[in-house]
């Protein structure tokens, strides 16, 4: 078998975790317009607590990844990877694949913010700027005060503030917490968040909305048909799969250098937007998608490069 070295496993693993992701947004984005999203998050969850118990746990530490010392921040760390999640798919049901995509991935961009805020990090002139063509991009394609403007568009954006206020607190237990320990209690978390809502909303006695997002956030419960199991399978084994392949990624290979491959995911929702829903962005979305990209590329360059061996959150779940 051929060898790889840590840097090219990193990049591999990376890779195939960002194929995961992609075809996870497409398939919820499908299945956006017949389920409701508690229901999607719900069977995607069991399956991937499955794929993490049955076949993640063994390979690593075993029943061992439910032991922690720090049960309340995993809680409130799992209730914010719900909401980043909730946040982005109900944003997706209404909105092209790669704008929803783009605007997310302002995160590491607000992610400089808040560490400058909550950890007293300092931010050089540089990454201020590059801040604020990330910013921009995100008007330009959200275009407010305009027809074009989207209250749906909002919503990606939340994503990326929860997914910041994650790394966070991420960089709180980092230290004591494995990334298998943390997996596992996200996919606890998602399970019991989606329980509650599909008790609390699962008559459909709210589901008459002509919203597309809302329509996914209150229609009521149903049982999947058969043709569509296939499709929940696979959000469910890449959310597995795609969740250990991104930390074995961190784990293995230098953060400053595997990191820029996750905006792999931003051409390939392109693509896929393109292929799948036929959504071919605009010249503004194009310039708003560059100025997101390149000033996110350089600030996950430059928070990588000043500390290239901490502990950093993907990007994706």
Same mark, same amino acid.
């Given at each position: 078998?051929?060898?790889?070295?840590?840097?090219?496993?990193?990049?591999?693993?990376?890779?195939?975790?960002?194929?995961?992701?992609?075809?996870?947004?497409?398939?919820?984005?499908?299945?956006?317009?017949?389920?409701?999203?508690?229901?999607?998050?719900?069977?995607?969850?069991?399956?991937?607590?499955?794929?993490?118990?049955?076949?993640?746990?063994?390979?690593?530490?075993?029943?061992?990844?439910?032991?922690?010392?720090?049960?309340?921040?995993?809680?409130?760390?799992?209730?914010?990877?719900?909401?980043?999640?909730?946040?982005?798919?109900?944003?997706?049901?209404?909105?092209?694949?790669?704008?929803?995509? +783009?605007?997310?991935?302002?995160?590491?961009?607000? &992610?400089?913010? #808040?560490?400058? @805020?909550? /950890?007293?990090? !300092? %931010?050089?002139?540089?990454?201020?700027?590059?801040?604020?063509?990330?910013?921009?991009?995100?008007?330009?394609?959200?275009?407010?005060?305009?027809?074009?403007?989207?209250?749906?568009?909002?919503?990606?954006?939340?994503?990326?503030?929860?997914?910041?206020?994650?790394?966070?607190?991420?960089?709180?237990?980092?230290?004591?917490?494995?990334?298998?320990?943390?997996?596992?209690?996200?996919?606890?978390?998602?399970?019991?968040?989606?329980?509650?809502?599909?008790?609390?909303?699962?008559?459909?006695?709210?589901?008459?909305?002509?919203?597309?997002?809302?329509?996914?956030?209150?229609?009521?419960?149903?049982?999947?048909?058969?043709?569509?199991?296939?499709?929940?399978?696979?959000?469910?084994?890449?959310?597995?799969?795609?969740?250990?392949?991104?930390?074995? +990624?961190?784990?293995?290979?230098?953060?400053?250098? &595997?990191?820029? #491959?996750?905006? @792999?995911? /931003?051409?390939? !929702? %392109?693509?896929?937007?393109?292929?799948?829903?036929?959504?071919?962005?605009?010249?503004?979305?194009?310039?708003?998608?560059?100025?997101?990209?390149?000033?996110?590329?350089?600030?996950?360059?430059?928070?990588?490069?000043?500390?290239?061996?901490?502990?950093?959150?993907?990007?994706?779940?």
């Amino acid at each position: 078998m051929m060898h790889l070295s840590p840097t090219k496993l990193g990049v591999l693993c990376i890779a195939i975790s960002v194929v995961f992701f992609s075809i996870n947004d497409v398939a919820i984005k499908f299945l956006s317009g017949d389920y409701a999203l508690y229901q999607v998050v719900l069977i995607r969850s069991v399956i991937g607590l499955l794929i993490i118990v049955a076949l993640i746990a063994p390979l690593t530490s075993g029943w061992s990844i439910a032991r922690t010392q720090r049960l309340p921040m995993h809680i409130l760390r799992g209730l914010f990877v719900v909401l980043a999640n909730m946040t982005f798919f109900l944003g997706l049901a209404a909105m092209p694949l790669a704008d929803a995509v +783009a605007i997310f991935f302002i995160s590491p961009l607000i &992610i400089t913010i #808040f560490s400058t @805020l909550f /950890l007293g990090e !300092s %931010v050089g002139p540089r990454r201020w700027i590059a801040i604020a063509v990330g910013f921009i991009g995100v008007l330009v394609m959200m275009q407010p005060g305009t027809e074009a403007f989207q209250l749906a568009s909002l919503l990606p954006l939340a994503a990326a503030f929860c997914y910041a206020t994650i790394h966070i607190i991420t960089r709180r237990i980092g230290g004591t917490e494995s990334a298998e320990t943390m997996a596992f209690y996200i996919q606890i978390m998602f399970i019991v968040v989606s329980l509650a809502m599909g008790l609390a909303l699962g008559n459909g006695q709210f589901g008459d909305q002509s919203d597309p997002s809302l329509a996914f956030l209150l229609r009521e419960w149903s049982w999947p048909v058969v043709a569509d199991y296939p499709v929940f399978l696979i959000i469910g084994v890449g959310i597995g799969l795609g969740g250990f392949l991104i930390s074995q +990624a961190y784990r293995v290979a230098e953060a400053s250098f &595997i990191a820029p #491959f996750e905006y @792999l995911a /931003l051409p390939m !929702s %392109v693509v896929l937007g393109m292929l799948v829903f036929n959504e071919f962005p605009g010249g503004l979305d194009y310039l708003g998608m560059t100025f997101i990209l390149g000033s996110g590329l350089f600030t996950v360059w430059r928070d990588t490069q000043n500390q290239s061996k901490t502990l950093q959150e993907p990007l994706r779940r």
